[in-house]
């Protein structure tokens, strides 16, 4: 049996800074990593708004994501 895997919120290891744009269904912002001190783009999705349309586009932009290979984009 596996162990259970701890939870982490998000703002536990990030510091949320100021608006850098939005989208249809997200707001993308700047962000520091408390540990670090490095800056980063994170896209906050607002997942309570999302019809069930949007929900799979959003499906579809996350399978997308997966596929980039790009030194500037995180997984």
Do not use: W
């Amino acid at each position: 049996m596996a162990a259970p895997t701890a939870c982490t919120r998000f703002s536990d290891n990030y510091d949320l800074k100021e608006e850098l744009g939005k989208g249809a269904f997200s707001v993308v912002r700047r962000c520091v990593q408390k540990s670090t001190g490095q800056e980063f783009a994170a896209k906050v999705i607002n997942t309570r708004k999302l019809s069930q349309r949007d929900f799979q586009k959003l499906e579809r932009e996350a399978r997308i994501c997966r596929k980039l290979q790009h030194p500037n984009i995180g997984k």
